[in-house]
Structures are given as structure tokens and as C-alpha cells.
């Protein structure tokens, strides 16, 4: 393990906000790669901004609530900060800031022009009426209108938010400016701005670079199989993306548990029955249950962890039998269960990579919307796929030539792409 500032004996400043362990330590094996100038790391390891905003809303039974909103901004070295706001119970500080610090990295692999950045509020949005969800929406929206916008720092959803609540947050942002400023947020609906191809792009990325490393081995979806964790946006369209090229796919789950059937299930018929059932996958009769912990340790040839973090640790890996697994989700696997899948020969395509096929359409969007000329869905796939697959081969070459695994393949470019930028922008100003 290799935390940052133990290795370069980067002192901490009295503010240092850290994120968790984990992304310290990738940073710290990158800087260590990259015989990164320790300024320059002291620069990187510490978000530069971190917003935490009260948000007092009435609820509809008249009490009203206050709750904390935070927005951390991790990085703009290269453009304006992007990611996206998270509405869910487990959401912290720590958390969003090591969110922030991924998306800085996963936006300088891509080669887009974007920073980092992640917003979230520690709530369950099942426990709030929409318009509730709404006034929140809006009055953290307002709360932070001097910190966002198309060149400063551009918000798009992410667990428990979606295409409605980027709406809200547009308009807010627009009334208060007094004209409509759609670049204000990506992953909106088409009829404001959004792209075609923003719905299913995280999963077509996911799809795009599971194929690609498929294709090394001499192998394609057709000859394997496959378990996924979360059916909500991201797993619903990578199952979906993965089932159309012919995988069997083994399993699924939610919240709510796993369905299972060795045959291969249907999955039009899961997102159908997700659709008419409000997302969830309770009570689905046609397949067999599962708990979530089994899913991960069934015996399939890829795994795609699609919820939250922290999935897989040092406590079940030993007994993933997946060959790859594949991060549709932000840190689902833990630092020691990286190191173990490594030392077993499993496969981990890195989260950085993995999963970014939704802010690479989000850059798409957003290039949409500077230039006011909308494409089609076949041409807005194609650009992210050209994006997926050349970030691919860069850092399946890179591990290659290191003898590294992907993960520490692709931060040594990622972060290497930042320290660049940084060092040619001028440190001491
Ligand atoms: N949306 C994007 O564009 C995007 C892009 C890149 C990466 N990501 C990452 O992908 C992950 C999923 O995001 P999302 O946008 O798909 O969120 P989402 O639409 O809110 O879906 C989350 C899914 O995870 C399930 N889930 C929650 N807790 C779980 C648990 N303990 N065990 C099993 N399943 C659980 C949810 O089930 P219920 O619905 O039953 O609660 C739901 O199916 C996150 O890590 C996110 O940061 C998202
Ligand atoms: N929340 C997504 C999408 C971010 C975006 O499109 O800005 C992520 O983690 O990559």
C-alpha cells in the first residue's frame, strides 16, 4: 500500500480534506510511477474547493427539514470541473471528495476537457415526494449558483438523480440568470438540450471496454458469461448493451436482491418488469433469488459491480471466480481486494476507464450545446467509441509495457495527463 504522503514526505496542511485511503494510495503509486514533482502532488491530493451548503426545505406535511449539501471541486487544470450529485443515504464529505479526485482523472484519460468535481446530500430520495425532491433540488441548485456553470463547473446525475432532477436544476440555474443557459448541466432531457446516446452511455462504455479486453483473449460476448450488480441506470444498460451482443447473462440485482438463472435471463423482460415497478426488481417471479453477496462470488466469466462502493473486499474476494471484472461503478472494489484480485490473476478494468462512457457523453452534450448543432444517435455512439476504445488500447499497452495492472496503467496517464497540464500552466504564480 502506498499512501501519498508517506512515501514523499509531503507534509499535510492544516486544511488537507482528505479523500479516502484508497484514492490517496492510487495517487501515491502514480506519483511514485510518474517521479512526480512533490509539489505538484501536494497540488493534486487535496481538492480545491469544497462547498457544504444548508438546504432547509418544507416538506409536504408542513415540518421542515434542514439538510447538508456538499459540492467538492477537485481539480480545473484542464477545464471547467465535471461530475456528478449523488442523492443517497451513505453520501459524506470524504466520499464526494474521493468522487471529485476520480472524476479529475477519468475526464485527463479520456482526453476531454474537463476537471473533477461530485456533489451529493445524504438522502434517501425513496423517502421524498417528487416535489419534495424538487424544492431540494432546487434550493441546492441556488445555494451553489455562484459555483457552477458552462465554464466553471457542470453537474450531471449520478445515484439517485437522473434526467429530471439535471431539468430542475437547469431551470433553476436559468432563472436566476434571467436566460436559458442549458451547458449548465449534462444528462438533461432532449428537449432541453440533451444528447442522444446520454442514457445508455455509461453501459455502452462498460460494454465497449469489457469487448475490447474479450477481443485480447481471443473471446467475445457470445462465449461468455456474466453477473451484474445494480440495475439501476448504469447496470439496467450495460445488462441491456451486453445481453444485445449475445452474453449470457447470469444475474442481476437491486437493493432488493439478485435474480439468477444458469440458462440466461431475459432482459427486456427484467427492464420491462424495472419499468412498470418503479426501477425495482422486487417481485420479479421468473427467475431464481439470489442475495447480492452471491451474485458477486458466482461462478461467471465477468463481473460487473454497477452500485455503489466498497462491494468487493478483502472479505469476499477470495471467492470471486469472475476472470475480469469490469467497474461500471466509482470504487466498487477496496484497496486490499484490488491487490488480491491482482495477485489471483483477475482482471480489474478500473473504474477511470470502465465506467467513463457517461461523461464522455456528457462532453458530447455539452460540445452539442456550445454549438448549437444536435447529432444523431449513431454519430454521438460512434465519438464515444472512438474516445472508449483509444483510451482502452493506451492503457492496456501501458500495463502491458510496465508489466503493471490496468488500474496503475491508466492513473500513470490519467494523473500523468494533469501534472503536465499543471506544470505547463506554471506552479509558483
Ligand atoms: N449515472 C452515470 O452516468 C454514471 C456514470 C459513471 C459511473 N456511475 C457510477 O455507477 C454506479 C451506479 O450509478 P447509477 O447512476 O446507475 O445509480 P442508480 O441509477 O441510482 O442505480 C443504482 C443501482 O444500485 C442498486 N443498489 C443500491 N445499493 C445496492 C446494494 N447495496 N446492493 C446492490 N444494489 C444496490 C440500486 O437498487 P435500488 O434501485 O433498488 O435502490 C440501483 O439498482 C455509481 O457508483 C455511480 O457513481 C454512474
Ligand atoms: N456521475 C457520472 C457522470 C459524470 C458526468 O457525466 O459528468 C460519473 O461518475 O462519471
Given at each position: 500500500?502506498?499512501?501519498?504522503?508517506?512515501?514523499l514526505n509531503?507534509?499535510?496542511?492544516?486544511?488537507y480534506?482528505?479523500p479516502?485511503?484508497?484514492?490517496?494510495s492510487y495517487?501515491?503509486q502514480?506519483a511514485?510511477d510518474l517521479?512526480?514533482?512533490?509539489?505538484?502532488?501536494?497540488m493534486?491530493e487535496?481538492p480545491?474547493?469544497?462547498?457544504?451548503?444548508?438546504i432547509?426545505?418544507?416538506l409536504?406535511?408542513g415540518?421542515?427539514q434542514?439538510?447538508?449539501?456538499?459540492?467538492?471541486q477537485h481539480?480545473?487544470?484542464?477545464?471547467p470541473?465535471?461530475?456528478?450529485?449523488r442523492?443517497?443515504?451513505?453520501?459524506t464529505?470524504?466520499?464526494?471528495s474521493?468522487?471529485?479526485?476520480l472524476m479529475t482523472?477519468?475526464c485527463?484519460?479520456?482526453?476531454?476537457?474537463y476537471g473533477?468535481a461530485?456533489?451529493?446530500?445524504?438522502?434517501?430520495?425513496?423517502?421524498y415526494?417528487?416535489?419534495?425532491l424538487?424544492?431540494?433540488?432546487?434550493?441546492y441548485t441556488?445555494?451553489?449558483?455562484?459555483?457552477?456553470?458552462?465554464?466553471?463547473d457542470?453537474p450531471a446525475?449520478?445515484?439517485?438523480?437522473?434526467?429530471?432532477e439535471?431539468a430542475?436544476?437547469?431551470?433553476?440555474?436559468s432563472?436566476?440568470?434571467?436566460?436559458?443557459?442549458p451547458?449548465v448541466?449534462?444528462?438533461?432531457p432532449?428537449?432541453?438540450?440533451?444528447s442522444?446516446g446520454?442514457k445508455?452511455?455509461t453501459?455502452?462504455?462498460?460494454?465497449?471496454?469489457?469487448r475490447?479486453?474479450?477481443?485480447?483473449?481471443?473471446?467475445?460476448f457470445?462465449?461468455?458469461?456474466?453477473?451484474?450488480?445494480g440495475?439501476?441506470?448504469?447496470?439496467?444498460a450495460?445488462?441491456?448493451?451486453?445481453?444485445?451482443?449475445?452474453a449470457?447473462?447470469?444475474a442481476?440485482s437491486?437493493?432488493?436482491g439478485?435474480?439468477?438463472?444458469s440458462n440466461?435471463?431475459d432482459?427486456?423482460?427484467?427492464?420491462?418488469?424495472?419499468a412498470?415497478?418503479?426501477?425495482?426488481?422486487?417481485?420479479f417471479?421468473?427467475?431464481?433469488?439470489?442475495?447480492?453477496e452471491?451474485?458477486?462470488?458466482?461462478?461467471?466469466d465477468?463481473?460487473?459491480?454497477?452500485a455503489?462502493?466498497?462491494?468487493i473486499?478483502?472479505?469476499?474476494?477470495?471467492?470471486?471466480?469472475a476472470?475480469i471484472?469490469a467497474?461500471?461503478?466509482?470504487?466498487?472494489v477496496t484497496?486490499?481486494a484490488d491487490?488480491?484480485?491482482?495477485?489471483?490473476?483477475?482482471?480489474?478494468?478500473?473504474?477511470i476507464?470502465?465506467?467513463a462512457?457517461?461523461v464522455?457523453?456528457?462532453y458530447?452534450?455539452?460540445?452539442?450545446?456550445?454549438?448549437y448543432?444536435?447529432?444523431?444517435?449513431?454519430?454521438?455512439?460512434?465519438?464515444?467509441?472512438?474516445l472508449?476504445v483509444?483510451?482502452?488500447?493506451?492503457?492496456?499497452e501501458?500495463a502491458?509495457?510496465?508489466?503493471?495492472?490496468?488500474?496503475?496503467?491508466a492513473y500513470?496517464?490519467?494523473?500523468?495527463?494533469?501534472?503536465?497540464?499543471?506544470?505547463d500552466?506554471?506552479l509558483?504564480?
Amino acid at each position: 500500500m502506498v499512501l501519498t504522503k508517506t512515501v514523499l514526505n509531503a507534509a499535510p496542511s492544516p486544511a488537507y480534506i482528505c479523500p479516502t485511503a484508497r484514492t490517496c494510495s492510487y495517487l501515491g503509486q502514480a506519483a511514485v510511477d510518474l517521479q512526480m514533482d512533490p509539489n505538484i502532488l501536494r497540488m493534486l491530493e487535496q481538492p480545491r474547493k469544497v462547498i457544504t451548503v444548508s438546504i432547509p426545505v418544507q416538506l409536504d406535511n408542513g415540518e421542515v427539514q434542514v439538510l447538508a449539501g456538499h459540492r467538492v471541486q477537485h481539480c480545473d487544470v484542464l477545464g471547467p470541473y465535471k461530475g456528478g450529485i449523488r442523492y443517497h443515504p451513505g453520501v459524506t464529505l470524504e466520499e464526494v471528495s474521493s468522487l471529485a479526485m476520480l472524476m479529475t482523472w477519468k475526464c485527463a484519460l479520456l482526453g476531454i476537457p474537463y476537471g473533477g468535481a461530485k456533489g451529493g446530500i445524504a438522502i434517501d430520495p425513496a423517502q421524498y415526494s417528487v416535489r419534495e425532491l424538487e424544492r431540494i433540488t432546487r434550493r441546492y441548485t441556488s445555494e451553489l449558483i455562484k459555483d457552477i456553470g458552462p465554464a466553471i463547473d457542470i453537474p450531471a446525475p449520478d445515484v439517485g438523480t437522473s434526467e429530471r432532477e439535471m431539468a430542475w436544476m437547469m431551470d433553476t440555474y436559468s432563472m436566476n440568470k434571467g436566460y436559458a443557459v442549458p451547458g449548465v448541466v449534462t444528462g438533461k432531457p432532449l428537449s432541453i438540450g440533451g444528447s442522444k446516446g446520454r442514457k445508455l452511455a455509461t453501459g455502452r462504455g462498460v460494454m465497449i471496454v469489457v469487448r475490447e479486453a474479450l477481443a485480447e483473449r481471443g473471446q467475445s460476448f457470445k462465449d461468455v458469461t456474466v453477473a451484474i450488480q445494480g440495475f439501476g441506470k448504469v447496470g439496467n444498460a450495460t445488462a441491456y448493451l451486453m445481453y444485445e451482443e449475445g452474453a449470457k447473462i447470469l444475474a442481476v440485482s437491486d437493493v432488493s436482491g439478485g435474480l439468477f438463472d444458469s440458462n440466461g435471463l431475459d432482459i427486456p423482460a427484467l427492464m420491462d418488469y424495472a419499468a412498470r415497478n418503479r426501477g425495482s426488481l422486487a417481485g420479479f417471479m421468473g427467475a431464481q433469488r439470489i442475495s447480492n453477496e452471491e451474485l458477486l462470488t458466482l461462478p461467471c466469466d465477468v463481473l460487473v459491480p454497477a452500485a455503489l462502493e466498497d462491494q468487493i473486499t478483502e472479505d469476499n474476494c477470495d471467492r470471486i471466480q469472475a476472470k475480469i471484472v469490469a467497474e461500471a461503478a466509482n470504487g466498487p472494489v477496496t484497496l486490499v481486494a484490488d491487490q488480491m484480485l491482482h495477485h489471483r490473476g483477475v482482471m480489474v478494468l478500473p473504474d477511470i476507464l470502465a465506467n467513463a462512457g457517461g461523461v464522455v457523453v456528457s462532453y458530447l452534450e455539452w460540445v452539442q450545446g456550445q454549438s448549437y448543432v444536435f447529432w444523431d444517435e449513431d454519430r454521438v455512439n460512434r465519438e464515444m467509441e472512438g474516445l472508449m476504445v483509444k483510451a482502452y488500447q493506451r492503457v492496456s499497452e501501458n500495463a502491458r509495457k510496465m508489466s503493471v495492472p490496468m488500474r496503475r496503467a491508466a492513473y500513470m496517464l490519467g494523473v500523468g495527463r494533469v501534472a503536465e497540464a499543471l506544470s505547463d500552466r506554471g506552479l509558483y504564480p
